[in-house]
Structures are given as structure tokens and as C-alpha cells.
């Protein structure tokens, strides 16, 4: 009988009697979770004990407590100023301008709402001035980049002007030579819009699409021109303004050297002009007279190249709409520098008015 009765003790767990059976089956899920909670059931149940611990455990691994992130949000014209070409900066010194993380946000206040350029077409081109300026205790030739604003219902002009110490001449030439152009410039909050949407845009940029990595396929004098690139800029109303050179730059092409000279026909007269050159042993005696007659054909054709000019612009102002006479007396130039912060050298102290030699001096400097 003892036997019989441990074989009956270790059967009860698995055959529970009908009774018992029923009583559990028909248990709400209410009286399973009572007032005594989910460790009281599991108490009663050791089976579902052990689940209800391995349930509270994928739980918090499921559910890990982080804490949150928070991430500046961009703001709207953020990289307005990185979109903007450098014209004319050396292609081996482009890194040195992203050297720092400058600030432009005096440029996108004057954009935005309530700025001073605010709902108006503005043309942005971008340039830098190499300056020695200090940080960090330190003072070094820093290349600061520079945007220059033009507020204007047109393109200011669709040319590039290639001149520097180094060449002999000046071109001007057509902005798509050099592979530039006026884009529009998407703000980001308009990134995801449809160019259809963009028409109206009120921001344009001077871009250029040639890749610093194709550099390497082109000849050294192409690549020389893009870093003599200026924005070219011509105001037919101002130019009666202007004084036209006198000055004719001299390539003299003789053995065993040629002559290299400038000859202003108002400051200089020719026969002594060429005397202190024989005297200076730039020229030999026997070639004084093919020389003087070198530079009055050098003259003759400046002559005419400034009478032609001359006459072309009096024509073009003629020929001007008032639309277009007013555009240009309205037109205004403002040049931005980048607002000092902790990571970049204070560039305040070496700001100026003068753009270039085709834009002269900003109305405004920011």
C-alpha cells in the first residue's frame, strides 16, 4: 500500500482532477492578475512563475533606458556660403579655405525675413583674401572666404574677366567658357521641391562645375585661368566716369631677348624713351628705328581700340530702357565677411570695401 501510495503522490501534478480542471478553465484573466499581483500567481503556479521571470527579463532588455539625443537643428540657408564658388582662389589652396567652420549668419539674417536683403533678387558670388590675422595666440596667413551680394532684377553680367600680373593681356570672356554659370540657390527647407517650384527663386549663385579631380587632364595654362578669374562687372552709365588708359604694354620680339616695356603716349615722349633703353642695354642702337615705329603701331591700334569702345558704349546707353537705366542706379553691392566665433581667427580688423577691379568698392561691408 505504501508503494501505491508514492506512485499516486508523484501522479497528481500531471492529472489533475476534472473538477480542479474546470475550476481553472473558467478563471477570468482579471482574477489571474489580482490585487496581488503577477508575483502572487507565480507563487501559486511555479510553471508560470519561471515564464513570468523570463517575461520580465526580455522586457527590459527589449526596452533598455537611453537617454535622449538632441541634435541642432539646421538652419534654413545654413551652407549658402559653401555652395558659393571661390572665383579666382588657387585650386591647391581650396582646403585652406574649409580649413575652419566660418559663420555666415550675418549673410542668411540679411536673407531671411526682416534682413536687408530680404524679397529681393540678389546674385551671390563668392572670392578670398589671403590676410595674416591672429588665433589662438597665434598670427598666420589665414585664406578668408568673402561673398559678395548683388542686389539686382538681372544677372550683373554673364562674362568672367581673366587678368593677372603674369599675363601680358586681359580677356574677357563668356562666364560658360570657364564653365560658370548663375544657378539657383534651394534653400533646404525647399531641398524636396520640385524645380517646377523654384522659378521664382529669389537667390542665385555664381557655380562652377569643374571638377578639381579632371584638373589633372587639362593643360597647366588652362588650369592657370581659372585661378586669374575675376567676376567681371560693366556699368554703362558710369563709364563716362572712368579714365581710359594710356598705357600700352610693349612685347618687343627681338634676339637674343625681346623687350619687355610699358609706353604711356601721354607721359612719354618716344625719342627719349627709346635712348634710355639703348642706354640701359634693353635694346641695341640698331634697332631704334624698328622699335619706334613698334610702338607707334602699338599706339595707333590703342588708339583705336579706346575710340571704338568709346563709341560702343555711347550706343549701348542710348539703346538702354528706362527699366534697365533704373536697374542700374539701383543696383547695390554688399560684401560679407564671416562673423567671429571661438573656432575662427577674427577677421574684423581686416575688412574692406574694394571687391575688384571691375566691381570696385561694396556699397555695404557686413
Not at 545654413?78 to 558659393?84: A, I, P, R, S
Not at 590675422?133 to 554673364?158: C, G, H, L, N
Not at 567676376?231 to 634676339?255: A, C, G, M, N, W
Amino acid at each position: 500500500m505504501r508503494k501505491g501510495t508514492k506512485r499516486k503522490a508523484k501522479a497528481e501534478p500531471k492529472a489533475k482532477p476534472e473538477e480542479d480542471q474546470k475550476n481553472e478553465a473558467s478563471q477570468s484573466p482579471a482574477e489571474e492578475t489580482n490585487s496581488e499581483g503577477p508575483s502572487r500567481n507565480a507563487e501559486l503556479d511555479p510553471s508560470r512563475g519561471a515564464a513570468g521571470k523570463a517575461g520580465r527579463k526580455r522586457a527590459k532588455v527589449a526596452k533598455p533606458e537611453t537617454e535622449t539625443e538632441y541634435f541642432a537643428e539646421k538652419r534654413n540657408l545654413e551652407d549658402l556660403w559653401l555652395q558659393v564658388f571661390p572665383v579666382g582662389t588657387e585650386w591647391d589652396q581650396l582646403d585652406m579655405v574649409y580649413e575652419y567652420k566660418w559663420n555666415f549668419t550675418n549673410l542668411e539674417e540679411a536673407l531671411e525675413e526682416g534682413g536687408e536683403l530680404h524679397d529681393k533678387k540678389v546674385y551671390l558670388f563668392g572670392c578670398t583674401e589671403p590676410q595674416l590675422v591672429p588665433f589662438k595666440d597665434q598670427s598666420k596667413v589665414t585664406m578668408i572666404p568673402v561673398v559678395v551680394a548683388v542686389v539686382s532684377p538681372f544677372p550683373p553680367s554673364d562674362k568672367i574677366g581673366i587678368k593677372s600680373v603674369q599675363r601680358e593681356t586681359e580677356e574677357i570672356v563668356p562666364m560658360k567658357q570657364m564653365k560658370m554659370d548663375w544657378v539657383p540657390y534651394i534653400p533646404l527647407e525647399k531641398r524636396e521641391s520640385q524645380v517646377e517650384k523654384l522659378k521664382n527663386s529669389q537667390i542665385f549663385i555664381l557655380s562652377c562645375n569643374q571638377r578639381r579631380a579632371g584638373l589633372r587632364h587639362l593643360k597647366i595654362e588652362r588650369v592657370k585661368k581659372f585661378e586669374y578669374c575675376l567676376p567681371y562687372f560693366y556699368d554703362p552709365l558710369q563709364e563716362d566716369e572712368l579714365e581710359q588708359s594710356t598705357v600700352v604694354d610693349l612685347l618687343f620680339p627681338i634676339d637674343p631677348k625681346p623687350v619687355f616695356c610699358e609706353f604711356d603716349w601721354e607721359l612719354d615722349e618716344l625719342e627719349e624713351f627709346t635712348d634710355n633703353l639703348i642706354a640701359e642695354e634693353e635694346l641695341p642702337a640698331d634697332q631704334k628705328e624698328p622699335f619706334k615705329n613698334y610702338v607707334k603701331e602699338k599706339v595707333r591700334e590703342a588708339k583705336k581700340a579706346n575710340r571704338e569702345a568709346r563709341e560702343a558704349r555711347k550706343k549701348a546707353r542710348e539703346e538702354l530702357s528706362q527699366e534697365t537705366r533704373k536697374a542700374y542706379k539701383d543696383m547695390k553691392f554688399y560684401k560679407f565677411y564671416p562673423v567671429p566665433t571661438p573656432d575662427t581667427p577674427d577677421v574684423s580688423g581686416v575688412k574692406a570695401p574694394f571687391i575688384n577691379r571691375y566691381y570696385g568698392k561694396a556699397h555695404k561691408v557686413i
